[in-house]
């Protein structure tokens, strides 16, 4: 009785300008080929920044992708890009956990470089075609800070009310900001809990 070959990866199969259709996955195996694609673009020569986009037809289905990936490929850099949860001029807002989310990625595609470690961005039909602000914009006004790093604290608080933080005796809701000496505390939307910047001087 012959043995069967071996299958080969998809990723063996990407070309430069040719299109790759994939029929037949099984479910929650989605995040284990695209695993394999996104190391395979990643190690090609000059890779991009980001080794593969996944356009999800909506949230319930990133998000169950995300999960999948998170399982089979833990080595990969992992973005979320949701679309809002209201419609175009709609009288209600999108939630600000969403906002942020969305902001955040923004801010880390406007930095984001070639790199080695695969990276994966997620997002969905509708999240695509809704517009975003250019990206000189969002790299211009993203927070990047670090502890031993030399910001004036004024710079701060003055990023912090350009972007719409409320200051407040005490920092209790996602968007406010207080300051006490040489001490700032904010609670950044999408974050679980408060983030306190604590200086001597200038230095974080």
């Known amino acids: 009785m012959a043995l069967r070959s071996p299958q080969k990866s998809p990723a ?3 070309a430069p300008g040719r299109a790759l259709t994939l029929s037949s996955v099984a479910d929650g195996a989605e995040g284990l080929v695209l695993g394999d694609l996104a190391r395979a673009v990643a190690a090609r020569p000059n890779p991009p920044a980001v080794s593969l986009m996944v356009i ?3 949230g319930p289905r990133m998000a169950q992708l995300a999960r999948t990936l998170a399982f089979f490929a833990p080595d990969l850099a992992r973005m979320e890009f949701p679309s809002w949860d209201c419609r175009p ?5 999108p939630h600000p956990a969403i906002v942020a989310e969305r902001m955040i990625t923004l801010a880390r595609l406007a930095r984001l470089k070639g790199d080695a470690r695969p990276t994966v961005l997620l997002t969905t039909v509708n999240a695509i075609v809704q517009r975003v602000p250019a990206r000189r914009l969002v790299g211009g006004q993203a927070l990047s800070a670090a502890p031993g790093n030399r910001l004036a604290m ?8 350009l972007n719409g933080y409320l200051r407040t005796a005490t920092v209790r809701e996602p968007g406010e900001y207080a300051v006490r000496g040489g001490i700032i505390d904010l609670f950044p939307p999408g974050l679980h809990d408060p983030v306190r910047l604590d200086f001597f001087g200038d230095t974080l």
């Open 56 to 58: 999800c037809r909506d």
């Open 12 to 14: 063996a199969r990407l």
């Open 89 to 93: 001029y709609d009288r209600v807002s």
């Open 154 to 161: 004024d710079s701060i608080t003055s990023w912090l009310e």
